[in-house]
């Protein structure tokens, strides 16, 4: 099973024919999911390492039935690319692209509500389902299969848990990467209630940081609609009020979005918040070891 | 970004908000002379990206001329809450009948513009009660609508006869809000005069960074003289840092990773000196220029450079750490964890190279304890 991303992922890149697009691309395909075409306006009929491109993201997916997207395109022309993919009916779309207008993401946002398109991203590292697809960026050769769905608003952190993870015997079914910007397509609570679903996943690992109340907000839902255990770590306790850490949504707004707030929001519900990046891959992998 | 007031009230301006005549000053000189040009009465107010600034005595009336220098003389070089003034702004004085409050919202929450009108203005807004602000979220594909307008001044029972240029108002400031890629709009107050004109007496403007590239206008009102000297170092450079007031320099790639390595620094007992992300970059020019702006802080003892090797390789940033070594001379030490992808060469390459003020960690929680014990060496130094 897994989510969003599996055996069954037919992937058009979106900006294969650039350099970073291409170098990820070939790595998703090297890994085996199945990379079936590329969209770079002008250059349809080319190929790049034998996967044909098309200039338009319909014109791919009618020759080649590609069902997910990666938008691997610079910040002014990524939410076009994004509402183009969406047009031709594509189900999943994952935007890597970091530094997309605020904005651009709120008509996306509004605009995917009324589709059948599910969009990941922007400012993401990707999704990954261990030894079934990887479309994104994320270093895979961590990562086994294995029962912990991973959630996380940052790319580096992410890594840095699912390997701690990977070291005490604990695999992952999925880990998906939303991104960290004001506004992204997919929530903590849209993803976590799709490993809620998933048969694969026996504990959810959700990694947030200040900014916003997406963790509080996650907090309620968790009580309310999850029976899976969840285990979470917020990054930020440190960071002052007013400035932006790195990513564009991680910004504590007067006394909102602090990281102590969302660890309490937590906690509050049951949920444990490991203090430190090890704690919390310790207090999953105990959890994981008692179910089994 | 945020905008000054009065570059706030250019936009507004531009957008057809009514605001009152004023002119730019920096010298006491020019204030005068923009007075005259103007009338008198007029008043006087500190350009500075803080709130209470009439508190603090930056905003001040003026009846003539020289009393229009002498205020200004006062205020340019005035500390308000640690900023200096440097820039005034000299503005017609307004007759004052009624303060209202209006903002536009970015809501990342909802993720929908949010507006906000209330009849209590002129005072904080978050010391007005719930009941007394009119909020209604506009939908981003449709845009702000007449009835939009119109609900907020009825609900926020405002004066019957102002409803209409009120809302009109609102209006141009939701279109500003899309037109500027603003995440705020905020007038405070927005004032009815004694003749009834409705006007915007403040203006708070943040525009998105992400969308600077395509608001030219707006990406030059930047004055980098205002902001931190390191903070502008970095910016200069391509680097994403934030200064705090610690000991222990930190860098790292990736924006969280970064995050969570202050934290775990000061669960160790350190103050993190400030957050640097050095992104994906593993080359000796970037770590260059990544250690250049963090230790151009005098206060830093200590220095943890924390790397989780993804797809860049931790030999490859290991070898850049080295270069970036012999190009610039690094007085402090510096703990270096390295993790992930080809950790172990990474590690084995900075213990056989001859740089005594360098210390390997495989593990962040060790790499924090290390760096902290190092910088209190150096403090007691």
């Given amino acids: ?292 | 970004m945020d905008l000054l007031e009065y570059q706030g009230k250019q936009l507004f301006a531009e957008h057809g908000v009514p605001v009152p005549q004023g002119r730019h000053a920096t010298t006491p000189k020019e204030a005068r002379a923009a007075a005259e040009e103007l009338g008198f009465p007029v008043v006087i107010k500190a350009q500075v990206q803080i709130g209470g600034r009439g508190k603090a005595g930056g905003i001040k009336l003026a009846k003539d001329a020289d009393e229009a220098e002498t205020h200004a003389e006062a205020i340019i070089g005035m500390d308000i809450r640690g900023l200096t003034v440097q820039e005034i702004w000299v503005e017609q004085a307004s007759d004052i009948a009624t303060e209202y409050y209006g903002a536009v919202v970015f809501d990342r929450s909802a993720r929908k513009p949010l507006v906000m009108l209330s009849a209590e203005g002129g005072m904080d807004i978050e010391a007005v009660p719930e009941e007394k602000i009119a909020r209604l979220h506009v939908d981003p594909l449709v845009g702000f609508l007449p009835f939009h307008g119109r609900r907020l001044a009825f609900e926020a029972a405002i004066d019957a006869d102002v409803i209409r240029p009120v809302g009109a108002m609102l209006a141009k400031l939701y279109d500003l809000f899309v037109a500027a890629d603003a995440m705020l709009v905020e007038v405070n107050p927005l004032i009815v005069t004694g003749d009834r004109q409705v006007v915007a007496l403040d203006a708070k403007v943040t525009v998105d960074d992400n969308a600077l590239m395509r608001q030219p206008a707006v990406a030059e009102m930047r004055n980098p003289s205002a902001e931190d000297p390191q903070e502008q170092m970095a910016k200069e450079r391509g680097v994403t840092y934030v200064k705090l007031d610690g000991e222990v320099g930190i860098l790292g790639n990736g924006a969280g990773l970064v995050m969570s390595t202050l934290d775990v620094v000061a669960q160790a007992g350190g103050r993190p000196a400030n957050f640097l992300d050095v992104g994906g970059g593993a080359k000796a020019e970037e770590i260059v220029a990544a250690l250049e702006v963090l230790l151009s802080d005098a206060k830093v003892k200590a220095v943890l450079f924390n790397i989780f090797g993804g797809i860049t390789r931790c030999d490859e940033v290991a070898r850049g750490i080295l270069q970036a070594l012999e190009q610039i001379d690094v007085q402090v030490p510096i703990v270096v964890r390295l993790d992930g992808t080809n950790d172990q060469e990474g590690r084995r390459i900075l213990a056989d190279a001859d740089a005594s003020q360098l210390h390997t960690a495989k593990t962040m929680l060790e790499a924090a304890d290390m760096v902290v014990a190092l910088a209190r060496e150096g403090a007691a130094a």
Wanted: aromatic residues 6%; contains cysteine.
């Fill in chain 1, 1 to 292: 099973m897994a989510i969003l991303v599996d055996t069954g992922t037919r992937l058009v890149v979106q900006g294969l024919t650039g350099r970073e697009g291409s170098f990820h691309g070939l790595r998703n395909r090297e890994y085996g999911t199945e990379l079936v075409a590329g969209v770079t306006p002008g250059k349809g009929g080319q190929d790049v390492e034998g996967v044909p491109i098309f200039d338009t993201v319909h014109a791919a997916v009618q020759a080649t039935g590609a069902n997910t997207s990666m938008v691997f395109v610079p910040p002014p022309f990524a939410a076009d690319a994004i509402f183009e993919s969406a047009d031709a009916g594509i189900e999943t779309i994952i935007c890597i692209t970091e530094g997309i207008p605020a904005h651009d993401m709120l008509r996306v946002y509004n605009h995917l509500l009324g589709t059948s398109s599910r969009l990941i991203g922007p400012n993401c590292p990707g999704v990954l389902s261990p030894g079934k697809a990887n479309v994104g960026i994320i270093p895979a050769h961590f990562f086994s299969a294995g029962g912990v769905g991973l959630v996380s608003r940052s790319g580096t952190l992410t890594y840095q848990i699912g390997n701690e993870l990977a070291q005490l015997g604990v695999g992952n079914s999925t880990i998906v990467g939303i991104g960290g910007d004001p506004v992204v397509g997919s929530s903590f609570i849209d993803v976590i209630a799709l490993f809620e679903q998933d048969p694969e996943t026996e504990l959810i690992v959700m990694v947030g940081e200040i900014g916003g109340d997406e963790e509080e907000r996650t907090a309620e839902y968790i009580a309310g609609n999850v029976t899976k255990p969840v285990v979470a770590y917020i990054a930020g306790f440190e960071a002052p009020p007013g400035k932006r850490m790195g990513h564009a949504g991680a910004i504590i707004s007067g006394s909102s979005g602090t990281a102590q707030a969302k660890a309490e929001a937590l906690e509050a519900k049951k949920i444990p918040v490991g203090r430190n990046p090890t704690e919390a891959a310790r207090l999953a992998a105990e959890r994981v070891g008692a179910r089994t």
